[in-house]
Every structure is written in C-alpha cells, then in structure tokens.
C-alpha cells in the first residue's frame, strides 16, 4: 500500500517515553515506539524525530522552585538528549539507521544539528532525531518541532498526545465534549485548545504545515497516523466536528 507522506516529522514528549512510570523512561515503551517507528520507515516514509524532555526535567518546574530559568532550561534541553540517545539505541537494534543531531554541540555522543546533513540522512533511510530542542531556553521542543519540520520540508508534524484528537472542551470533565475532525490554527490560537504551546502553532501556520494531533495510548497508532490513517484531529484544515 502507498503511502501519502514522504517526509514527516513526529514529536514525542519526554512522558511519552515514560509509560505509567513516575519519572524517567520505561524500555518497553521506547521500545514498542521504536518498533513503529521501524515499520513506517520500512515502508519509505522519511521519519524525522522530536523528543521532549518533561519526564525527567522542565525548566518552568526548575524555574519555579527558585532555579535561574535559562540555566534550568538548558538541563531541560540536555534531558532530551538522554531520551534522543534511548530511542535510537531502540532503534538501531531493530536495524534501523539513525542519527542523533543535538542543537547544543556535544559531539563525543551525537551530531551537531546541520539542517543539510539532517535532509541528506533522511534521503538516505536514517530516522533524524532532534535533541536539546532549539539550542535555545525559554523555547519548548514543540517549538521546535514546528521548527524543524520548516526547515526539513517535513509535510506534516505528528503530535503524539494521551488523548485521541482535540476536543471543544475536557473530555475528562465534561461527558459531552466534542472531539474535532479538523480545525483550523486560528481557532487553536483563539480558543487557546491546547494542542501545542502559540509560538508552536503559529509557525506551523506561517508555514502551512498541518498538525495531525493524535493518542500514543493505542499500540499501532504511530504506524496508522504516520501511513495516512485520519485517526486524530488535523490542525490546518476547516472546522469539523466529528
Ligand atoms: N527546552 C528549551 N528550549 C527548547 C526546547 C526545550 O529550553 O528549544 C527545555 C525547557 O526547559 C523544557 C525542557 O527543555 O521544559 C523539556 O522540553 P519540553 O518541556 O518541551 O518537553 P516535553 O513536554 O515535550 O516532554
């Protein structure tokens, strides 16, 4: 089956490499990604990769308990490197190629970002892992991802999130809540949805890169969204309720 997507970017937060565990990363979860991962590349989609840091350390939390907020965001930046090194340990057991490109230099373990040599890896079947976000602290790695996958081409970004889509109002406190279809990035903005943080969402629509918004909790979700499947909520379209 073919698939509809070329080169596509996915953002994990770091809680998603952390399954049900309180703090840092559970290997069987990274593992189950990766083995998605593995099969949307094995059918030649170009998968580049942003990891999020939140399970083992956040700025604002830093920043909060007295901390200087851009030293704490750089730790924030270094925690997505670790995540960024596990899932491609993951995954070049499966036997997929990658690289790790860091936006802050620490070359004993991973590339330095080069958006050209990230684009070439991709050409050439490697899943691109971004870590240490932007490089820069009062951003965070959707940003980034939003980012990146400007500066890639990526023709979309996929936001793994713990609920299935994006809903007019909590589906955890109001039993009718409506869960979108489609909608657009003004409406994310104006209602403040939170699908992913302004700065984020405002590049994607600076540059018209839809946001597919979709759950992590279902095994199989990675492969059903990246090969095309409308299994979340489409940021970039028109308004839809499902
Ligand atoms: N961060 C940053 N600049 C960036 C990306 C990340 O300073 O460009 C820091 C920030 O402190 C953030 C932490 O890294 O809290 C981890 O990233 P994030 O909170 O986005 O991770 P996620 O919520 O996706 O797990």
């Known amino acids: 089956m073919g698939t509809p997507y070329q080169r596509v970017l996915l953002k994990l937060s770091g809680e998603a490499l952390m399954g049900d565990l309180s703090y840092g990363i559970d290997p069987t979860i990274v593992d189950n ?13 170009q998968v580049a990769v942003v990891v999020g840091g939140g399970n083992i350390f956040r700025g604002i939390k830093g920043a909060a308990s007295g901390m200087d907020r851009a030293t704490a965001d750089y730790i924030g930046m270094i925690a997505t490197v670790m995540n ?3 899932l491609q340990d993951s995954l070049e057991r499966k036997g997929v190629a990658t690289r790790v490109q860091s936006a802050i230099e620490m070359q004993e373990v991973a590339e330095p970002y080069i958006r050209r040599r990230a684009i070439r890896h991709l050409e050439k079947g490697r899943v691109v892992i971004f870590g ?30 713990k609920v299935d ?4 109002s909590d589906p955890k406190t109001n039993p009718n809540a409506r869960r979108y279809q489609s909608l657009t990035y003004s409406h994310v903005l104006e209602k403040d949805l939170r699908v992913m943080d302004g700065t984020a969402i405002a590049l994607c629509k600076d540059n018209s890169i839809p ?3 979709f759950s992590l909790a279902e095994k ?3 492969c059903r969204a990246l090969m095309g499947e409308p ?10 309720v499902s």
């Open 84 to 86: 960024a090194m596990t």
């Open 165 to 168: 889509g994006v809903y007019d």
């Open 231 to 240: 299994i979340g909520t489409l940021v970039g379209g028109s308004c839809e």
């Open 220 to 222: 199989g979700n990675i």
């Open 33 to 45: 990604i990766a083995e998605e991962i593995t099969e949307v590349t094995n059918s030649g989609v």
């Open 211 to 213: 946001i597919m918004v």
């Open 132 to 161: 240490a976000g932007s490089g820069n602290p009062f951003f965070t790695t959707d940003t980034t991802a939003a980012l990146r996958a400007a500066e890639i081409n990526a023709e979309v970004v996929f936001k793994a999130t």
